[in-house]
Every structure is written in structure tokens, then in C-alpha cells.
């Protein structure tokens, strides 16, 4: 849903912010006013292509900003974008600049307005300019029919056997092209396992080795080190040993005349004896080290193969012996490929025959849905008196199996009888489409995705009892979405929640429009009165207009909450820019 928006220097629009409510909001004025500038600008925000020429003439840039609620699709998408996610509101601000050069901000981050396409998609239905309805888009058409039609579960039970046939296939192409393709593949992964079971590592080795090249290249030092520590602990006077024994011995004097001395006397007969075994040790250590400049070549050689390995494979030597299992089992695969693919050849006709009865009768659950859609839209084209005008919803079946299953589906139309009726996306824009659009919304209003229509000139060629029937359907579509409506009919005014009024001046020698929010009660009744009789506002019009008013209330329609009309936005706007 739109919360808000801010144009500036814009077209004649100077500086206008305005807050939008749910329900139905209308915007009037005379012709000329500038009503399409806000649909333009809110068609910016959806990613639409910019002309330099839409900036206030004397301006180097122009800027639209909006406020969109966080719905959960909007979530998603910011996520999926890497976007900040700012709470319940999305902001976004796009600046068009003379030169072409233009900026586009989501929730205060700079994006592409790729990203800006992406992000917004279907979040607004604009009638009358098709790149921002989601309607007109054919390759959404599947997606809204399955909707309309409640084939979760059709569709979820193909969904299965499909993932199904693309594990079956995934595996098979694992297997490898063509006999040349598999024996080249088998060859090298045989050329890798045999250098490195010629090596065969162990798990540890090289760090074993290593501690081994360090002994055995400080050899020399080591020998030298450790004979002089023997000396100090049992050599020559006065010798570690020696001390403590003497120690020990006038300590063993003193326990005679006090056996507190006791414990000290133990400690010094523990270090004694430690110290006696670490002069073995050394002893021992030092008559077995021996410099061996051949086992020493041996262990950098070897150590040197074993890291020439592991960079080739860019993994540790744990990494390594992993790879032997891994390279063991494709090869093995390999070397019984013909087997194997026999045998998910067979396994691929059960999977794919599965498929594919799931898939018709997914395509005959949409061609039943196809008829009661197109039904459905045909009678709300007549209500908004275009009953002679064609629609159809056509289902065709392919051969092929896709994830949507076997069918192409796309709406067809025609405005005139005896046209033949053609793909929407080439229906002309303007009062044909906005009462189309309006039709297709009312027999999707339960699930189409869209928060926002935003219905453009939807009263073009009708008046009389058929502009009251436009203003109820346009009402009934605004219980269940936010509809923003510009009209030129009071009947259809008369219907909405809020009413803004588009209205042109002079301001000094400059053409300036503003849009004013009009209050319930007497300044709508002016309104209406002037739609009705034009510059001149009569008391037989402004008595119409009443009656219109209480007419329309009287309407019953489902009460949506929104915020107070003509609330400004500006604060939400500028908190999180």
C-alpha cells in the first residue's frame, strides 16, 4: 500500500506531498490540472524510464519520493537485495537530473534502477501505462490464473514429481557427455589418484616430518646443549645434584632435633631424585644423537612432495586423503557408467511418466478455471458498459514438461465486436484498459498479490446510471485494495474515503498545481457540485451532489481502517531518508 508521496519540481509541480489512506482515494480537478503528473511520478518510483524534459523548467533536477507499507513480498525482496530493512515502512527516492544523470535511494541506500524494478514489481497496478501492470505482464498470467483458481495443491503434487525427474537428470548428467567426453574425465581422474597413492600420505605426516627436519638440521646444537646441561645437573663441583644432596643431608641433622623439618626434607629427597633422572636422561639423549645429513635430505624431500600436493589440490594433507575417497568414487562410477545410466534411464521414464500425468491434470484444473475466469470478467465488463467486448483466458498445452507444468496461458481481449481478440499487453491504454483492468481486479480481488490500483481515466466514454455502476465496482474493489482513482465523474467521486482536488494557478509568472485534500462534508459537496455544472456551482447542483452523497453511503461496503484524511506524510518521509 502507498502511504505517501512527494514530488518536486516536477512538470508544473513545484513542491506537493500528500498522504494516502486505505479504501479509495479520488483526485479531481479541471482538465489540465495535473492530475496524470502524480501518476507519472508515482510510475518514476516503480522504475518507469525518465525524460529530462519531465523537470520544472529553470530546475537542474527533479525528485519523487514515496512511502510504501512492509508487506511481507517487500520484505523478502529487501532481503533478497541486501537492502536495509528499516521496520513497517519502505521508503524510496528517485532524482532525475538535467543532464540524464539520476539517483535512485531504497530506505537511504544508493540502488540500480534495476534494483528499483525488482524491488517494487506488482506493488502498484497503474492503468494505462502497461509496464507497471502486473496484469497486462503475460508471463504473470499462470501465476494469476493458479490463484484464482486455488491450485495450491494441483500445483504443489506436479512440483514434487518435477523436483523428482530434475534429481533423476542431475544424476545423469554427473555421468558426463558423450563415451570421448567420460574416458578423458576417467583418464585424468586416474592420472590424479595415482600420484597421490604413489605418495600415499598419512594423516599427520607432515607435521611429524617436520618436527624431524628441525632435530635432525639443529643436531649439532642440540648434542652441544644437552651435555652442558648434564654437567650442570651431574658433572663436575659443584654440580646441581651435589648442592641438594648436601642440602638434604644438613636438613636430615635438623629433623634429629626438630621433626617439623620433616616435610622439607622429603621435598629436597623428591628434587634429589628427579634431578638424578633428568642427569640420566640427558645422558642418554645425548649418546643417541647423531647428525644424519642422508635421513635429513630424506625428510625434506619427502616433505617438499607432500606441500607440492597439497597446493595442487589447494587443501591441507587431510584434504588431500579426502580427495583420494572422492576421486575413488567418481572414477568407480565412471568405470560402470553404462550400467548406471541404464539403470536412471529406466528410473527417469517412471519418474517423468509421473510428471507428466500430474502436469494434465494440472492443465485440466486451469482450462476448467480458465472458463469461469473469463466468465467472471465478461460480466464486469458488461456492468461497466462494455458488454459486447470480448475476453478470454487461453490455456495451451505443450509437449514439454517445465516447474509450472505443460501450459502457456495468457489473457486475450478485444474492446470492439467482430475484432478478433489479442493479447492484452497490446490493448491501447486509456478508458478501455483503466474499465478492463477494473474487471480483471474485481474477479482477482481475492488473490491478486497488488496492494495498490491506480486507476486512470477508468470513467472514459460512459455517464448516467453506468458512471454509478463504476463508482460501486471501483468501491467494491477498494474493500479488499487501496485503489487511487483520477475521475472526471461525480458519481464516481461521491464513492470514495478520500477526495483530493488537483488544482492549477499563476504564482508570479509561474504555473504552479497543488493538491489540496478536501474535507468530508461541505468542501466535497463543492467539489461534486462543480464536476457537476462546471464554473458556476448552482444550488440545484450543490442538492445533486448531497443526494449523491448520501446515496453513496447508503452503499454497503466493507470498513477499512486508515489514518486521518488529509494526514501529511512528511514526518514518516523525512525520518528515514
Known sequence: MLLGLRISNVAVIEEVEVAFGAGLTVLTGETGAGKSILVDALGLLLGGRADADVIRAGCEDAAVEGVFARTPVLASRLEELGLPDLGDEVLVRRVLGRTGRG?????????????????????????????????????????????????????????REWANLREVESRMDALGGDDAKVRERAEFLRFQLDEITRLDPESGEDVKLDAERRRLGSAQKLKRHGAEAELLVAGEAPSAVEIVGRALGLVHEGVKCDASLAPVALSLSTALSELEEAARRLNRYVEGLESDPGRLGEVEERLDALKRLCRKHGVTLDGVLLKRGELETELGTLENRREILEELNQEKKRVEERARKAALSLSKARKASAGAFSQQVREGLGGLAMGKAAFEVRVTAGETLRPDGLDEVEFFFSANPGEPARALAKVASGGEASRLLLALKRALADSDACGCYVLDEADAGVSGAIADVVGRMIREVSSHRQVLCITHLPQVAAYADAHLLIRKSVRGERTVSQVLPLAAGAERTQELARMMSGVEVTREALGAAEALVRSAHRSPRARRESGPEGTSPRGRLRRTA
Open 103 to 159: 539517483k535512485v535511494y531504497v530506505n537511504g541506500a544508493l540502488v540500480t534502477l534495476g534494483v528499483l524494478g525488482k524491488l517494487t514489481r506488482g506493488a502498484v497496478d497503474i492503468a494505462g501505462q502497461h509496464e507497471h501492470v502486473s496484469l497486462f505482464d503475460s508471463g504473470l498470467h499462470r501465476v494469476l490464473l493458479d490463484k484464482y483458481g486455488r491450485l495450491e495443491d494441483a500445483l504443489a503434487a506436479y512440483g
